[in-house]
């Protein structure tokens, strides 16, 4: 794995794909940059309904697929803190890199792999079970690293407000 490039690795493996697309996007706190609608977009067509929350500058993503309970619910973000001084950076942190076998990029390990893992294992076990009990539900957020005021808390209100319980 040490010789073989970023390109190489995401041809054979979609988390990683769906890692890197997410890795590339600028997403300062609170900026999404465009992540949800990446997410989104691979969910609606699992039957997933697909919400977007806003709330003062932050924006959020609610995606159920399913009504009933059980309700799994897969909760991250897709915001990241600043990048410091640049040239103190080996590659361009927005620029994913394989290096001595290991991923680097800002968000690769806080949290947008997570966050790509959680969309494909969703992926897989829809397909593996399409009428499977219960709901799968994503909450994203773009708010994590900065004051956490207006990203999950005000959706998981919103939820509540509507009866819409978490398992």
């Not at 969910?43 to 929350?53: F, V, Y």
């Not at 994913?96 to 949290?111: H, N």
């Not at 897989?124 to 994503?138: D, K, L, Y």
Request: aromatic share 6%; net charge negative.
């Amino acid at each position: 794995m040490a010789n073989e490039t970023i390109e190489d690795l995401v041809l054979a493996n979609e988390t990683l794909a769906l890692a890197v697309e997410l890795l590339k996007r600028r997403s300062l706190t609170p900026d999404d940059a465009g992540c949800h609608d990446l997410i989104a977009a691979r969910l609606q067509p699992l039957g997933s309904h697909i919400e977007r929350h806003r709330h003062n500058g932050v924006d959020n993503l609610w995606a159920r697929r399913g009504t009933t309970a059980p309700v799994v619910c897969f909760a991250g973000h897709t915001d990241v803190v600043p990048t410091g001084p640049l040239d103190q950076w080996l590659s361009d942190p927005f620029e994913p890199t394989v290096r001595d076998g290991q991923l680097y990029a800002r968000g690769a390990a806080d949290m947008k792999t997570s966050d790509a893992a959680f969309v494909t294992a969703t992926e897989r076990f829809v397909a593996a079970h399409p009428w499977h009990t219960g709901s799968i539900a994503f909450l994203l957020t773009s708010d994590e690293e900065g004051p956490a005021t207006d990203g999950t808390v005000k959706v998981v209100e919103t939820l509540k407000a509507r009866n819409e319980m978490l398992d």
